[in-house]
């Protein structure tokens, strides 16, 4: 390590999570992976309910090993007015503190944003929730699979002779993850740096489930408010784009994308067929679009004649844009992920060893580390209060004693 770094991008960033599941879970993971001290607060009588998600490797849910990794777990009742004091001492030497109670847990627990700035007020606090703080939907529970229909997402996913589909992984909770991890760091900018030197104080960041969806479909918005047009299901295809689609093979199927027109003239010309570049059904992008089960069909005429690897191999010497089609076990085998070092092993006292995914992005100079799975339910309770937080040793043991820690 050269005199210029300095570890992780996030280092000596003190986050409190009293989130659980996956849209905070995942959201302080990132976090964590890019260096913050990530101190998770879990119930003392119950755990996260990850922890009880399958896949299991004997009694470990490796959903909890994945989303809980480089975390410290502590346990502390919040609802007990020992256990908001608690809390309240946490927060007061912490730079963030997420939460996705249902709007209102905590004003009724006495922890609302107003007290927790009272405490410290340059405390960035992030808020996840189904519907948001505000609005008629806001006290509601609400899950990623609500989200995921009231944002136009599965009404838009699926083919167009099938009912709406919804995502095969929890992506509501995971973009709104997303959304609050680049959020967190404006906030911190803005209190840090911004304009004039930063504020020097925080603020609250309030994310919804349904949101960080809804605001992916760049251009609808604006397309229904000029023209009343509304997206509808086209399956594997692009409504603006074509041909893009997976495409059959004599073996199994591969993805292709020519979204400019130089690309799909290298696949015309990858396939020996000049005429459909020529073609006036496919002419331009627009003229593609109209035609795209035409084209869909030429194409696959086409790769069905030879293997995926064999038609992969092909387009790409021609320069199209082309790819196959994994599972996990495929990815495990490739090169480029290896090349990459996108799979990495970690011990662990419960499996012995587990390989996850590493940190996303890389970094050249400062990158973000996978340094352990998720820990055991407490497991970091007298470290922490002991030590980080300083709590007396007689205290600590009467908060043990009466089930607040």
């Known amino acids: 390590m050269s005199d210029h770094d300095s570890g992780p991008p996030l280092s000596g960033l003190t986050v409190v999570d009293c989130s659980g599941m ?7 993971a990132q976090l964590a992976d890019f260096g913050a001290d990530v101190v998770m607060v879990e119930h003392p009588e119950v755990g996260d309910p990850l922890r009880e998600w399958p896949p299991f490797d004997g009694d470990t849910s490796l959903k909890w090993k994945s989303i809980g990794r480089n975390k410290r777990c502590v346990t502390l009742d919040l609802s007990a007015e020992a256990g908001r004091e ?18 209102g847990t905590l004003e009724r627990w ?20 189904g519907y948001g703080q505000t609005g008629p939907r806001s006290e509601k529970p609400g899950f990623g699979t609500v989200a995921e229909g009231l944002s136009g997402w599965a009404h838009a996913n699926g083919f167009p002779d099938r009912e709406p589909l919804l995502p095969p992984i929890s992506l509501a909770d995971l ?26 104080v925080g603020q609250v960041v309030d994310v919804s489930l349904y949101e960080p969806l809804f605001r992916l479909f760049f251009g609808d918005v604006e397309a ?3 023209l009343g047009e509304t997206r509808e299901r086209t399956g594997n295809r692009h409504p603006s784009a074509a ?20 690309i799909f003239e290298n696949v015309a010309e990858a396939m020996d067929r000049p005429d459909l570049v020529a073609d006036p059904r496919f002419e331009t992008n627009d003229d593609r679009v109209r035609n795209a089960a035409a084209l869909d069909a030429e194409i696959e005429a086409w790769t069905r004649e030879r293997t995926t690897e064999a038609a992969i191999e092909t387009m790409e010497a021609h ?14 085998e490739d090169e480029q992920y290896r090349a990459r070092e996108d799979v990495v092993e970690v011990d662990d006292p419960a499996l012995g060893s587990i390989r996850t995914a590493n940190t996303v992005p890389k970094f050249s100079r400062t990158p973000g580390e996978v340094r352990h799975a998720g820990p055991d339910h407490g497991q970091h309770n007298a470290g922490y209060f002991l030590e980080d937080l300083g709590l007396d040793p007689e205290r600590y043991d009467e908060l043990r004693e009466a089930g607040v820690i």
């Open 22 to 28: 996956i849209s905070g879970g995942f959201a302080t």
């Open 319 to 332: 320069d199209a844009i082309v790819g196959p089609v994994y599972d996990m076990s495929d990815v495990f």
């Open 175 to 200: 973009m709104a993850a997303l959304f609050a991890v680049q959020s967190t760091m404006f906030a911190l900018y803005e209190r840090e740096v911004g304009e004039d030197g930063g504020s020097g």
């Open 86 to 103: 608690v809390l309240l001492e946490m927060v007061s030497e912490a730079d963030v503190f997420f939460e996705n109670f249902r709007p």
């Open 243 to 262: 041909p893009r689609n997976v495409y059959e093979t004599a073996d199994g199927h591969m993805t292709l994308s020519a979204s400019s027109q130089r």
């Open 110 to 129: 006495d922890l609302d944003p107003e007290t927790l700035h009272e405490h410290n007020p340059e405390l960035v606090v992030v808020r996840l929730s």
């Open 224 to 226: 229904y408010d000029a």
